[in-house]
């Protein structure tokens, strides 16, 4: 399936509320592709509630497609990119991208970014995550190479940019390497 073929799906099927590509071969080309042509079409999926692109080989998908991906679906409330070779690269390049473009994903509630290595995340990044997601109640970061400096990072960032998790209800992080001190501090802010 090309870039060029998704976008036409979603051209077709502007009620579109939910899509599982879940496990399809999907590549990370083919997404930046799709994403590029529906920009270029003007294809905008404003009824996409759930997507689900997870276990596919996303590694070569930028950032900055990813945070156009949140400008074209800006009713999407769940979004799964699970188990698929993202990187702590690409998601900093996502947050900057969206903070600087003024990406806001108000109607975000789950993200599901288990099992990706994010261990060159830095705690600005995630912090910025939360900023362009006040609504988010369900984060799953489980088994994505935390470390504890990152974690700590994150939680000064936080505290300095005064952001506050106050939609968060579900915070997993199963599976990194944290010390007690980082979850403590953690729970100070949710």
């Given at each position: 399936m090309s870039g060029c073929s998704l976008a036409s799906l979603f051209a077709i099927t502007p009620k579109?509320?939910?899509?599982?590509?879940?496990?399809c071969s999907l590549s990370g080309?083919?997404?930046?592709?799709?994403?590029?042509?529906?920009?270029?079409?003007?294809?905008?999926?404003?009824?996409?509630?759930?997507?689900?692109?997870?276990?596919?080989?996303?590694?070569?998908?930028?950032?900055?497609?990813?945070?156009?991906?949140?400008?074209?679906?800006?009713?999407?409330?769940?979004?799964?990119?699970?188990?698929?070779s993202l990187s702590g690269v690409v998601i900093n390049d996502m947050s900057k991208e969206c903070i600087n473009r003024g990406v806001k994903m108000e109607c975000m509630r789950i993200l599901n970014m288990?099992?990706?290595?994010?261990?060159?995340?830095?705690?600005?990044?995630?912090?910025?995550?939360?900023?362009?997601?006040?609504?988010?109640?369900?984060?799953?970061?489980?088994?994505?190479?935390?470390s504890c400096v990152?974690?700590?990072?994150?939680?000064?960032?936080?505290i300095n940019r005064g952001v506050k998790m106050e939609c968060m209800k579900h915070f997993d992080m199963y599976g990194n390497k944290m010390s007690g001190h980082s979850l403590a501090s953690l729970f100070a802010i949710s």
């Open positions: 579109l509320e939910k899509l599982h590509l879940q496990h080309v083919i997404i930046n592709d799709m994403i590029k042509e529906c920009i270029e079409r003007g294809v905008n999926m404003e009824c996409m509630r759930t997507l689900d692109i997870s276990e596919n080989d996303l590694s070569k998908m930028s950032g900055c497609s990813l945070a156009l991906l949140f400008a074209i679906t800006p009713k999407l409330e769940t979004l799964y990119l699970s188990n698929c288990y099992d990706n290595d994010l261990s060159k995340i830095i705690g600005c990044s995630l912090v910025s995550l939360f900023a362009i997601t006040p609504k988010l109640d369900k984060l799953n970061l489980g088994n994505c190479s935390l990152i974690i700590s990072d994150m939680i000064k960032e936080c």
